[in-house]
């Protein structure tokens, strides 16, 4: 299958700070990246839908301006969670898709994000 | 508002019996359908897809998808420990979009 790296697995930073994750298609070019956050024992959040060259489809209830997403490429893109607040700490994942009809969704190996 | 339906469980199953996935979808355009698993903080990795009705195998695996139904399962053979994890249905509806189910718990007691 094909590989999607995200980046970093772990990271811990002071309330108030930001924190930028990447997401990586290693081997195909992603016409579609979606964030995803997952809370302890709970399912899959998406956040933002990301299609490159154009602006970040946030789910209701996300802020855009605290999660900045960037699809700068086909191949990465970026998360960026602004102001970070002890709330924010969750696994974050990211996952890509190659263009067509019937292909699946390749996810990043998640950012497990804590703020202190 | 398009649904993926799934039973959250846990779906406890005695090692070595079959393990039987179900779920519902809502948009009776769905294109393909795919199952993914999920172990406790990981993230979900692909065990199948199907596009097309009836049922398609793979090692111990096999998904059974029923578009007049709307209904897509995922049957575990010869169950493990190891296959103990969330698995997750997710559906690529009439617009391309990928939508999730919460997720069915499987716990596989030895």
């Known amino acids: 299958g094909a590989v999607v790296s995200q980046h970093p697995s772990r990271v811990i930073c002071k309330s108030g700070t930001s924190v930028k994750i990447e997401c990586r298609s290693l081997d195909f070019q992603a016409t579609t990246m979606f964030w995803y956050r997952q809370f302890p024992k709970q399912s899959l959040m998406l956040m933002a839908t990301?299609?490159?060259?154009?602006?970040?489809?946030?789910e209701q209830g996300v802020e855009k301006d605290k999660f900045l997403i960037n699809h700068a490429s086909l191949t990465l893109s970026t998360l960026t969670v602004t102001s970070a607040h002890p709330e924010d700490s969750s696994f974050y994942i990211c996952s890509a898709v190659r263009g067509g009809v019937n292909t699946e969704a390749f996810f990043g190996q998640g950012t497990r994000l804590t703020v202190v | 508002q398009k649904e993926v339906e799934q039973n959250s469980g846990p779906l406890s199953v005695p090692e070595g019996a079959i393990a039987s996935l179900n779920c519902t979808y809502s948009?009776?355009?769905?294109?393909?359908f795919f199952w993914y698993r999920q172990y406790s903080g990981k993230s979900p990795e692909l065990i199948m897809f199907i596009y097309s009705n009836g049922d398609k195998e793979d090692g111990r695996f096999t998904a059974q998808l029923n578009k007049a139904s709307q209904y897509v399962s995922l049957l575990i053979r010869d169950s493990q420990p190891s296959d103990s994890a969330t698995y997750l249905c997710?559906?690529?509806?009439?617009?391309?979009?990928?939508?999730w189910g919460a997720g069915t718990k499987l716990i596989i007691k030895p």
């Open positions: 990301s299609n490159e060259g154009s602006k970040a489809t946030y």
């Open positions: 948009d009776r355009g769905s294109q393909s």
């Open positions: 997710a559906v690529k509806d009439s617009n391309y979009q990928l939508i």
